[in-house]
């Protein structure tokens, strides 16, 4: 896929209008957990003896506030500059430090930091000073939106999983699974989800399926694979060769540069990210949103790059998370449950800390009516106004679609020459190809830019989502946003 393609996501808040006429509307019920909970309690909640699918996430649900993505990124960076045996050596001493120095050679450091910067410096700064710090103020997130559409946030997390992608044909993929598998192992006291959560998931329901999905690429679910007992992992995923990953056709001005040994095949990249997540589980479950199929989606909601799981699942539950999901949904979602629960860690359990699992406070029926209901008007007038946006938009979406498309069949064909060939001929080819993806980015532009008319209506959803999941927070006794 080349990107977002709205006029085949339906399910986004404002672009959907329900038999009723409305286009918004709020959950049937948010429970939130007052005092911490371990895995096994939450689970007795959100799981019935009919639940089908248990999905869940894994950077910042299987750990707490952990991406392992990004560590990896900077394990490979320290890889290249001190090798696998020095680290596998430090493991133990570097704790859960993110930066390591060898002390005793003073070139090997500099290796670091050199590559370090180089790989991270831009993509890093760009990512932390927008989708961090930036996204938090309204000014910053607007301008963002305006600039890249309706998901700038999915724009710029890719920024990063496409970079560390750049990184990794660098290294053999053995040693990125060792260091993978080291980063378990360094990061286990911030685990709340173990293995034997799963073993006694999986025996107390076994017609439940448990499937892990992350955006993050494959090789970081290699722990879980082997680890867990879980049915099914789906990962961000690129062709191997010889040992290695191959360097994504999607050459970026921040880190496409140089002269890949090999570059993917555009159709064997297959991201795994936002609403694709829920597209890769309907390919294998076509059952998946049948309306007696109950569904349940667990994750941290981190920057809530997770919230269109509230447009598919009967049920979700943020976990540990920054930003939980907003009790105003889609007209077309059949998200029915909310929870909302800070889940203990390895290192909490073992210090004593005990879970409580009947501290619930839960707001359903007119008591969450009265709460909700001035929120989801305000909701409901600003995606009235973007459907307006979107219908008028909708021709010029669709031909940009057909065009990102035909690009993406241009770029596969330089990039099969790019691969067949040697000496000028490659140059050529892999001219063509930044041609091609510079074409590419300013259609994405070209993209946003039509969608800019919807902006002002989708912050306003926005905006009354958040207001209500406060609203909702307030309620149910926790400061809000906490």
């Not at 133990?92 to 930066?99: F, H, L």
């Given at each position: 896929?080349?990107?977002?393609?709205?006029?085949?996501?339906?399910?986004?808040?404002?672009?959907?209008q329900g038999p009723d006429g409305r286009f918004m509307r709020r959950v049937d019920r948010v429970v939130v957990a007052a005092r911490p909970l371990d895995f096994r309690s939450l689970i007795c909640h959100v799981i019935r003896p009919d639940t089908r699918y248990l999905v869940l996430d894994l950077d910042g649900t299987f750990h707490k506030g952990l991406n392992l993505g990004v560590l990896l990124g900077w394990e490979i960076s320290a890889l290249q500059a001190y090798g696998?045996?020095?680290?596998?050596?430090?493991?133990?001493?570097?704790?859960?430090?993110?930066?390591?120095?060898?002390?005793?050679?003073?070139?090997?450091?500099?290796?670091?930091v050199s590559r370090g910067l180089t790989r991270w410096a831009g993509p890093?700064?760009?990512?932390?000073?927008?989708?961090?710090?930036?996204?938090k103020h309204d000014t910053v997130r607007h301008a963002l939106g305006r600039r890249l559409g309706p998901f700038a946030m999915d724009r710029m997390l890719s920024i990063m999983r496409l970079n560390l992608m750049?990184?990794?044909?660098?290294?053999?993929?053995?040693?990125i699974r060792e260091l993978s598998a080291s980063l378990w192992r360094r990061y286990a006291g911030l685990q709340v989800i173990e293995p034997g959560d799963i073993a006694w998931l999986r025996e107390r329901f076994p017609n439940l399926v448990i499937a892990v999905s992350s955006a993050s690429p494959d090789v970081c679910l290699d722990v879980v694979r082997e680890k867990f007992p879980v049915h099914e992992v789906y990962s961000t995923e690129i062709e191997v060769r010889n040992g290695r990953t191959s360097t994504p056709h999607l050459l970026h001005p921040l880190f496409g540069r140089g002269r890949p040994e090999?570059?993917?095949?555009?159709?064997?990249?297959?991201?795994?990210?936002?609403?694709?997540?829920?597209?890769?589980?309907?390919e294998a479950h076509p059952d998946f949103q049948d309306p007696d199929v109950h569904t349940v989606g667990i994750t941290d909601t981190k920057h809530g790059e997770d919230h269109a799981f509230a447009e598919y699942f009967k049920c979700v539950a943020d976990i540990n998370s920054p930003d939980p999901f907003f009790p105003l949904v889609s007209a077309a979602s059949p998200l029915a449950d909310i929870y909302s629960a800070r889940l203990l860690t390895r290192d909490e359990k073992q210090a004593g800390q005990a879970s409580d699992g009947n501290a619930l406070r839960r707001l359903a029926?007119?008591?969450?009516?009265?709460?909700?209901?001035?929120?989801?008007?305000r909701a409901e007038r600003g995606a009235a106004q973007t459907y307006s946006e979107y219908r008028a938009a909708r021709r010029g979406l669709e031909q940009m679609e057909s065009l990102l498309a035909e690009l993406e069949e241009i770029a596969a064909r330089n990039v099969d020459a790019y691969n067949q060939a040697a000496g000028p001929v490659r140059?050529?080819?892999?001219?063509?190809?930044?041609?091609?993806?510079?074409?590419?980015?300013?259609?994405q532009n070209l993209r946003a830019e039509i969608c800019r008319p919807m902006m002002p209506g989708l912050f306003h959803v926005e905006e009354a989502c958040v207001a209500a999941r406060q609203s909702v927070r307030r309620a149910a006794g926790r400061e809000a946003g906490s």
């Open positions: 896929m080349t990107g977002l393609d709205i006029a085949r996501k339906p399910r986004t808040p404002g672009l959907c696998l045996d020095f680290l596998l050596r430090a493991e133990e001493r570097r704790g859960r430090g993110k930066v390591v120095w060898n002390r005793r050679d003073a070139r090997a450091r500099l290796r670091y890093g700064t760009l990512y932390y000073a927008l989708a961090r710090a930036g996204w750049h990184h990794m044909p660098q290294v053999p993929l053995h040693e090999r570059i993917a095949p555009p159709r064997t990249l297959r991201p795994n990210a936002g609403h694709l997540k829920i597209s890769r589980l309907l029926g007119d008591e969450l009516e009265g709460i909700l209901c001035s929120d989801l008007d140059s050529r080819a892999l001219e063509n190809l930044r041609n091609t993806m510079d074409r590419t980015y300013q259609a």
